[in-house]
Structures are given as structure tokens and as C-alpha cells.
């Protein structure tokens, strides 16, 4: 998952930064400054691959709005661009506090699943010998010993 992220993230901010130079830099600033936010989140372990394709698809929106000539339907456009990034912005905490939240479930998992083992070991260690001794003698109490 790291591996596709930091492509997407990575052709996003070449996209972002070859862009920049064009029209809309208000939007393209806040996109930028999204990302950065959402660069952040990834590092706290968070799941941003659905914010980063809503930054993506924003993109599309302004370079689709940079084309059309239409005023109306500009407007249209860079409206939904900007609806796109406040939702992305307004999600980062969350995606932070449910990234810290997973992790920490991951270590308690993996602390608990290592402490179980290790009593099974010991329980195992302490009285298994007793219990195959018994079971052993328990399926051989049948047998008769003679003399030769």
C-alpha cells in the first residue's frame, strides 16, 4: 500500500508543482497545502488513499475548468474543486486519530498474542510431561508383563 502511495503522492506534487505556474493558484495552494496535511497523516499511519484521489480528482476539476471557456460552467467546476478540498482537509483528523487508533490495536495484538504464547509455552513446559506421561500410561495399562 506504501509502495502505491508514494507514487500517486509523488506524481501528484510533480503535477502540482509543474501546475502552478497556470491559472487558479488560490485553489492550487490549498491543494498544496492539503497535501502537505495529508503527507503528515500518512506518517501517522492513516489510510489516505481515498483523500489523495479526491485531491487528484480536485486537480482534474481545475485543469477541466482551465480548458472550458464556458464562465457558467468554470465557476461550476472550480466550485466543486473547492468542495473536494475543504471535505479532504475538513477529514485529516480523523484519518490522523483512526491511523494512531489502528496502531495501537496492532501493537496491543501483537503484545497480547506474544504474552499468550508465551504462558501456553510455560503451561506446556511445566505440566505437559505429566500429562503425555499419563496419557501414555493410560493407553498401555492393558498390557501384561511376563516372565521368561
Not at 106 to 116: E, G, H, K, P, Q
Request: hydrophobic share 45%; glycine share 6%.
Amino acid at each position: 500500500m506504501r509502495v502505491h502511495f508514494g507514487f500517486v503522492l509523488f506524481f501528484m506534487f510533480l503535477f502540482l508543482s509543474v501546475s502552478l505556474c497556470n491559472g487558479q493558484p488560490d485553489l492550487r495552494s490549498k491543494i498544496k497545502n492539503v497535501y502537505v496535511l495529508l503527507v503528515k497523516a500518512e506518517k501517522e499511519g492513516g489510510n489516505v488513499t481515498a483523500a489523495a484521489s479526491k485531491l487528484n480528482e480536485a486537480l482534474q476539476l481545475i485543469d477541466k475548468a482551465e480548458k472550458t471557456r464556458n464562465e457558467s460552467e468554470k465557476s461550476k467546476l472550480l466550485g466543486e474543486a473547492d468542495s473536494l478540498i475543504k471535505e479532504v482537509e475538513l477529514s485529516i483528523p480523523e484519518i490522523i486519530e483512526k491511523g494512531q487508533r489502528e496502531r495501537k490495536m496492532y501493537l496491543i495484538t501483537t503484545f497480547s498474542s506474544l504474552a499468550l504464547l508465551l504462558f501456553i509455552g510455560f503451561i506446556f513446559y511445566f505440566y505437559g510431561p505429566k500429562f503425555f506421561w499419563s496419557l501414555w500410561l493410560k493407553s498401555r495399562r492393558k498390557w501384561k508383563i511376563r516372565r521368561n
